[in-house]
T-cell receptor
């Protein structure tokens, strides 16, 4: 079992819709959870971090964390073509030492 | 500096040659990481430095790979006797870590290494 799992996609949504990206992780004692956006040919960019159960909102982005289910998600409201990118889920947990483990990423396409 | 700086941005080298990749992290960031990303693939952890602690080298794929961090700041990743499978984008990231509080990474723009 991979430590951080994501559906590779591609996930295609129409402009203005809600995009929902999901991630599961295997280390129950994980403490810190992150979402990165990576445009083609560019480096990953941190867009959201979440540390406790529940929802965290930042503009059009909402991160959701459920530690009991070992599940973290990212919702993008009013999706725009500029949101088209690969979204990486990342988890920092004891099994990884002090390094963050990245999922393989989900490719998102927002159709105009 | 304002961001994580990596050099060179591109490197083409002949198989068997040694290469050095440099990373200058954000000032004040105590943690520094090296990852690599092959075309269309995820991020592969290589090595992690935190303050004066011994580095976590568990991700280095072979003894041809080594890294050092001088003065708690600039880091150099060295690949000896390069092979074609070493071709990838090498990403450096830094982070502010305090105790068990973990923060997200800021990545550099990467070094694209091509071994021919």
């Amino acid at each position: 079992q991979k430590e951080v799992e994501q559906n590779s996609g591609p996930l295609s949504v129409p402009e203005g819709a809600i995009a929902s990206l999901n991630c599961t992780y295997s280390d129950r004692v994980s403490q810190s959870f992150f979402w990165y956006r990576q445009y083609s040919g560019k480096s990953p960019e941190l867009i959201m971090s979440i540390y406790s159960n529940g929802d965290k909102e930042d503009g059009r982005f909402t991160a959701q964390l459920n530690k009991a289910s070992q599940y973290v998600s990212l919702l993008i409201r009013d999706s725009q073509p500029s949101d088209s990118a690969t979204y990486l889920c990342a988890v920092n947990g004891r099994s990884g030492g002090f390094k963050t483990i990245f999922g393989a990423g989900t490719r998102l396409f927002v159709k105009a | 500096g304002a961001g994580v700086s990596q050099s060179p941005s591109n490197k083409v080298t002949e198989k068997g040659k040694d290469v050095e990749l440099r990373c200058d992290p954000i000032s004040g960031h105590t943690a520094l990481y090296w990852y690599r990303q092959s075309l269309g693939q995820g991020l592969e952890f290589l090595i992690y430095f935190q303050g004066n602690s011994a580095p976590d080298k568990s991700g280095l794929p072979s003894d041809r790979f080594s890294a050092e961090r001088t003065g708690g700041s600039v880091s150099t990743l060295t690949i000896q006797r390069t092979q074609q499978e070493d071709s990838a984008v090498y990403l450096c990231a830094s982070s502010l870590e305090r105790g068990t509080d973990y923060y997200g990474y800021t990545f550099g723009s990467g070094t694209r290494l091509t071994v021919v």
